[in-house]
C-alpha cells in the first residue's frame, strides 16, 4: 500500500510491479489536471466491482448534428461523433513555450480567455454494417469530473459497449484510455477487440517510462502501465500503414506521444482523417503551426508530423475529425495565410 508524507508520495503498483516516489513539485501539476483521484485509484491493491461526407475533389460536409453528437455518411459507412465531456486545463498548459503575449491575443481571437481553458472531447464511431469501431474511449470516471461521459452519449445515439466490435487507441493519455476499465476495474467494451500501435504499447509497456517521462507526466505513465497490464491479453498490436480494420488505416503521427497514430476511414471514394492529438486544439496549432507545442512529448516531431498532417489534409482535400476540436469535431481545414482554419461541419 502506498503512503504519503509532506515530501510527496509514494505509489506501488503491487509486488513486483512498480514502485515510484512522487516529490512534493508533482502534487502541484496533478492538481492542475485534476487528477488527485489518481492516488487514491492507484494505492488500491483490490479489484473493483462493482459525418462527415468528404468526396475525393472537395470537402463539402453534410452533418446532422446536436451539443453532444454529429453523424454522416463516408461511403456506405457512418461516421458519428460522440462527447466524453471537457477538460479543464489552466491557461499556462494552453500557452506552453509559445510567445506568451502573441498567443494570448491568438487565443483570444479564438474566443479562449481567462484562467484556464475547456477543450472538448470529441470520440468518433464508425459503423459499416459489419463492424461498429469506437476510436479511443475517454477519461472514464478517475480522470476529471468534467469528462467521463461517453456511455450516455453512446446511449443517445442507440449504442451499448456490447455493440462495439472494435476499440483503436490513437495515443495512451488518460482523456484516451482511462475510460477502459470501469468502476470495478473490468474492461467496458468486453466483447470488442482492442487494438493500439506497437510503438505507442512498447512506450507505455516499458517500466522505465515512469522514471524517464518528467514530474508533469509520471501519473500518466502509471496509469497507462496499470491499465496495459490488466487487459495485456486483450490488446493486440499493429504497425503505420496498416489496415487494422477493413477500410481502416493506420497514420503514423508521433510527436504528441512516441506511438501517437492516426486512423484514415475511407468507403466508396470518400475519406476522414480521424487525427485524435496530433494537432490538439484549434487555435494555436492552426494559426502557428510551427510552434512547439507543451502538450507534445517531443515538442520538434510535434511540429514536422503537424506541418505533413496539415500538407496532406490540403492536399488531399480530406475531411477531419480532432478529439480537442471545438463542438462536435466534425469539420474541414482551410488554408489562411501562414496558418490554416477549422471549420467545423454545419449544423
Not at 136 to 156: E, H, I, K, R, W
Not at 279 to 288: E, V
Amino acid at each position: 500500500m502506498g503512503s504519503r508524507d509532506s515530501s510527496g508520495c509514494t505509489l506501488n503498483f503491487g509486488p513486483n510491479v512498480i514502485a515510484f516516489e512522487i516529490p512534493s513539485s508533482l502534487i502541484h501539476i496533478i492538481e492542475y489536471y485534476n487528477v488527485m483521484a489518481f492516488e487514491e485509484e492507484a494505492m488500491r491493491d483490490i479489484s473493483r466491482r462493482r459525418f462527415l461526407k468528404s468526396a475525393s475533389g472537395a470537402a463539402a460536409l453534410s452533418v446532422i448534428s446536436s451539443s453532444t453528437v454529429a453523424s454522416a455518411s463516408i461511403g456506405a459507412g457512418r461516421l458519428t461523433t460522440v462527447s466524453d465531456g471537457h477538460l479543464v486545463l489552466p491557461m499556462d498548459f494552453a500557452i506552453g513555450p509559445a510567445p506568451r503575449e502573441e498567443a494570448a491575443q491568438i487565443l483570444a481571437k479564438h474566443g479562449v480567455t481567462g484562467a484556464n481553458v475547456q477543450p472538448s472531447c470529441n470520440i468518433s464511431v464508425f459503423q459499416d454494417g459489419t463492424n461498429t469501431v469506437l476510436f479511443d474511449v475517454g477519461s472514464g470516471p478517475d480522470f476529471m469530473p468534467s469528462a467521463g461521459a461517453l456511455l450516455d452519449n453512446l446511449d443517445t445515439i442507440g449504442l451499448t459497449p456490447e455493440d462495439v466490435t472494435h476499440v483503436l487507441v490513437t495515443h495512451a493519455h488518460p482523456d484516451h484510455i482511462w475510460g477502459l476499465l470501469d468502476d470495478f476495474d473490468e474492461p467496458v467494451f468486453a466483447q470488442a477487440k482492442h487494438m493500439i500501435g506497437r510503438r505507442e504499447w512498447d512506450y507505455w509497456w516499458d517500466p522505465e517510462t515512469v522514471n524517464s517521462i518528467g514530474e508533469q507526466r509520471m501519473a500518466f505513465a502509471a496509469g497507462a502501465r496499470r491499465r496495459f497490464e490488466m487487459m495485456e491479453d486483450v490488446f493486440e498490436r499493429f504497425d503505420a500503414g496498416e489496415e487494422v480494420v477493413s477500410g481502416i488505416q493506420a497514420v503514423a503521427t508521433y510527436g504528441h506521444t512516441p506511438g501517437h497514430m492516426s486512423f484514415e476511414v475511407r468507403s466508396g471514394g470518400e475519406a476522414t482523417l480521424i487525427i485524435g492529438d496530433a494537432i490538439a486544439n484549434h487555435h494555436l496549432a492552426f494559426d502557428r503551426p510551427d510552434w512547439p507545442s507543451g502538450s507534445d512529448q517531443d515538442a520538434d516531431l510535434g511540429v514536422h508530423t503537424r506541418r505533413a498532417l496539415f500538407d496532406r489534409i490540403i492536399s488531399d482535400q480530406i475531411s477531419v475529425v480532432g478529439f480537442h476540436f471545438p463542438g462536435t469535431g466534425f469539420g474541414n481545414v482551410e488554408k489562411s495565410g501562414d496558418g490554416f482554419v477549422f471549420l467545423e461541419a454545419s449544423q
